[in-house]
Structure formats: C-alpha cells, structure tokens
C-alpha cells in the first residue's frame, strides 16, 4: 500500500501544479517571471486534459482499502 501511495500522491501533486498553472494563468509570478509552465508549454486545452489524465491515474491508483482517499480526491477535483 504503500507504494500505491507514494505513486498516487506523485500524481496529484502533477496534476495539482497544473491545475495551479491553469489558475494563475497570465496574472500570476510564473507568467511574468517568463518561467516554463504547463500552461506556456502546452496551452490550456492540453493542460486541462493533462490534469484530467493526472487527476484519474492517481485514483486508479489509490488502494481499494481506502476508499476515503478517493473521496478525497474526486472532492478536490469537482472543486477545479
């Protein structure tokens, strides 16, 4: 369990760091320190579907015995 731990906090800390890009979009310190985000490499549309991608494998990724992680994770998700 505790590698599918490890592996699914990796995951949602990705897909929390594009959600943020996303977020700060061209107001935030990244854009206007001409730092290299998700949103700069890929554009929105990409970074979305990104997070999308991210945000599933790290509950497909979660073990079955911890069903309120998944809770979790979906509550965090239908909020961004």
Do not use: C, V
């Amino acid at each position: 369990e505790r590698g599918a731990l490890k592996k699914a906090g990796e995951l949602f800390g990705i897909a929390f760091q594009i959600i943020d890009d996303l977020e700060d979009g061209k107001e935030g310190s990244d854009h206007t320190n001409k730092k290299a985000t998700s949103l700069t490499l890929f554009g929105p549309e990409k970074a979305r579907e990104m997070a999308a991608s991210f945000l599933d494998q790290a509950l497909r990724s979660l073990p079955k015995a911890m069903p309120a992680l998944e809770t979790l994770f979906l509550s965090y998700s239908s909020t961004n």
